[in-house]
């Protein structure tokens, strides 16, 4: 045949394609896009409620096809047809995010919006034009040149390819509807968590309520304890026995961890863990010895990336029944976020100067609490005391051997963190604390953000003329590794198992959006694999940080022996700590012994590191849990 009459007579393709191939193209990626999210968050709604997940497979799956068809086959009533589907589909998710679906687990309830079914519900709409625009728009009246066609297809198929990408993505990552803390293949039997709870005994009861409640606070709505915040300072005796009722008059669902206190395994706090969330209008009382003395806090492990900077913190002070003799002036001072959604950092619920009452001779001790939810690069708070020599007492709560006197200098806190400054009065003139801080290694995106707000925050004690301003960035970093006297160490002796806790960060996928996922061991919570170990055993962590950001590791329900920081071992006191800072790319190694049993978390305290993955569980064998993270309890732990 020869070629012009080839060109005469083209195939009889039909007439929308070969008229308009780039609309054709783009309406049949939209189509198999929207399927495609929708195969996606099948898993998770088959978990949920079975009809859910099939309809969603049968719609993701008749989708794709039809963006076949579409392409195909594209007939005009093909494509009304299908354009009103997907308008269809668009209004069924309206409904299902405004007033609820008369079916399902909860009916009429609304459904929260997530990043997934936005993405579908965008592919569809834009679809569902594309198709009626096909439709309405017929034949194209003129040629245009050929080039554009490649280029436009190539365009179309790499936007719809991206966002059917970021909604597979996030479906896929949907907040799991239930998972356990429970080591992968534990049977029934064992020891329920609830069940480690404090054996009676003869010691004094101090029994406390603390009631969560919103409180109106400089104009601004808190979450509180009591009304106030900080929460109020629980202070008892060590040997104490610790009876606390927490009554939630929240709107939400709610708990009381006690940050740093080695309670029994059922007395931790944690959502999903060892309790489920306290309802609204619902108690829960709350019971230990308090074993250790020292300077801890206790907050919500509910929510916490919101509950704590919400306000649902207070500081928790174990003196020893006897001892040295106690200093005059013995004040927490705990460092905060402002409740006023501000960048302004509080101190003990005063932004600008806290002003603390002392006479000259007088000794005082400032038991300093980290409790500032610090941004992305995990920024240490890093206070200065100024005006007089001080000794750094205790870290986390425990003494150090032989602490001697120090010049001003920077004393790092991590968010979790604390540190006793004990110091006497000088003849004249206020004391004061200054807080600075260090920031990690800014990324590019923080870099063009600008650098986080810097607060001016201040502590003065006594009267008189308060120490001249010095620039604290110039001041030396408190070296704990190296102050005061070694002592002998029970946890220095070889850990009977060492496991890896290899910290990293990346973009992808977690909890149905796009985030910078903050990984254990190369997996995110919920899905890092817990650390097993036996009662008995001294455990050594092996803690790695390959990010730019610091991470204050906290573990639940023990003390840790620092036994090196970036190989380097301690030369002065022994460091007993429940978090452990760890710097921009710095490694630490660090061992407890295995002697509360119980499923304990091991966290970044940096609340947004924890909520996008930097969280596991430390399970002694043959303790369980009964109890699930994930939408179908309401429990999430972070
Ligand atoms: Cu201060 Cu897991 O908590
Ligand atoms: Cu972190």
């Avoid at 690069?377 to 602490?403: Q, S």
């Avoid at 003065?460 to 003329?465: E, F, V």
Wanted: net charge negative.
């Amino acid at each position: 045949m020869p070629t012009d009459l080839l060109a005469a007579h083209p195939m009889p393709v039909s007439l929308s394609r070969s008229r308009r191939p780039v609309p054709l193209l783009s309406a049949a990626l939209l189509l198999a896009g929207s399927g495609a999210v929708h195969l996606a968050v099948v898993p998770e709604h088959l978990e949920e409620y079975l009809p859910f997940g099939v309809f969603f497979a049968v719609v993701g799956a008749v989708q794709v096809v039809a963006g076949v068809v579409t392409f195909v086959r594209p007939t005009r009533r093909w494509q009304v047809g299908a354009a009103s589907a997907q308008v269809l589909l668009v209004a069924l998710w309206w409904v299902s995010r405004t007033t609820g679906l008369p079916v399902g687990p909860e009916p009429w309830s609304p459904e929260p919006v997530g990043v997934a079914d936005v993405v579908c519900v965008l592919l569809e709409i834009v679809s569902a034009a594309v198709l009626l625009g096909l439709v309405l728009g017929g034949p194209r009246p003129r040629r245009r040149r050929r080039v554009w066609t490649p280029l436009g297809a190539l365009a179309v198929a790499f936007v719809v390819g991206a966002a059917t990408f970021v909604g597979v993505g996030t479906g896929l990552s949907g907040m799991p509807v239930a998972v356990s803390a429970n080591p992968p293949g534990a049977g029934p039997g064992g020891t329920p968590v609830t069940a480690l709870v404090a054996s009676p005994g003869p010691q004094p009861v101090k029994a406390f309520t603390l009631t969560a409640r919103p409180a109106t606070i400089g104009g601004h709505v808190a979450f509180t304890y009591d009304g106030t915040v900080p929460g109020p300072l629980l202070r008892v005796t060590q040997g104490d026995r610790l009876r606390v009722t927490l009554v939630n008059h929240l709107p939400v669902a709610t708990t009381l961890h006690w940050h740093g206190v080695r309670v029994p395994g059922a007395e931790d706090g944690v959502a999903g863990i060892t309790q489920d969330a306290v309802a609204p209008g619902a108690s829960f009382t709350y019971e230990f010895v308090a074993a250790d003395a020292g300077t801890f806090w206790y907050h919500s492990h509910q929510d916490t990336g919101n509950q704590i900077p919400a306000g649902l913190f207070g500081a928790l002070v174990v003196d020893p029944p006897a001892g040295p003799p106690a200093p005059d002036v013995d004040r927490v001072v705990m460092l905060h976020d402002a409740i006023d959604g501000s960048s302004a950092v509080a101190v003990d619920g005063t932004t600008g100067d806290l002003h603390v009452d002392a006479r000259p001779g007088q000794t005082v001790r400032l038991r300093i609490v980290d409790a500032i939810a610090p941004g992305m690069d995990g920024t240490a708070e890093t206070p200065v005391l100024l005006g007089a020599p001080y000794r750094v007492v205790a870290l986390d709560g425990h003494d150090l051997n032989a602490p001697s006197l120090l010049g001003p200098q920077r004393v790092q806190l991590g968010m979790g963190q604390r540190a006793d400054l004990v110091f006497t009065m000088p003849a004249a003139g206020a004391v004061r604390l200054v807080d600075s801080r260090t920031a990690g290694s800014p990324s590019a995106l923080q870099r063009f953000f600008g650098p986080p707000a810097r607060a001016g925050e201040t502590v003065t004690i006594g009267d008189g003329a308060p120490p001249p301003a010095v620039d604290a960035a110039a001041l030396p970093v408190f070296d704990p590794l190296s102050y005061g006297a070694p002592a002998p160490d029970p946890t220095t002796r070889p850990a009977d198992l060492t496991a890896p806790v290899v910290l990293a960060e990346g973009p992808g996928f977690h909890d149905g959006s796009v985030q910078l996922v903050h990984s254990i061991n190369g997996a995110a919570s919920p899905d890092v694999p817990p650390l097993v170990v036996h009662t008995g055993q001294l455990v050594g962590l092996h803690l790695v940080n390959d990010t730019g950001e610091f991470h204050p590791m906290h573990l639940h329900g023990h003390v840790m022996t620092v036994l090196s920081v970036d190989g380097r071992a301690p030369q002065g006191s022994p460091l007993h700590l429940d978090t452990v800072l760890l710097a921009p790319h710095q490694t630490v190694d660090v061992a407890f012994p295995a002697d509360n049993p119980g499923i304990w978390m091991l966290h970044c305290h940096v609340l947004l590191h924890a909520a996008m993955g930097m969280s596991m569980t430390i399970d002694y064998a043959g303790v369980t849990t009964p109890f699930t993270m994930g939408s179908r309890s309401g429990n999430i732990p972070e």
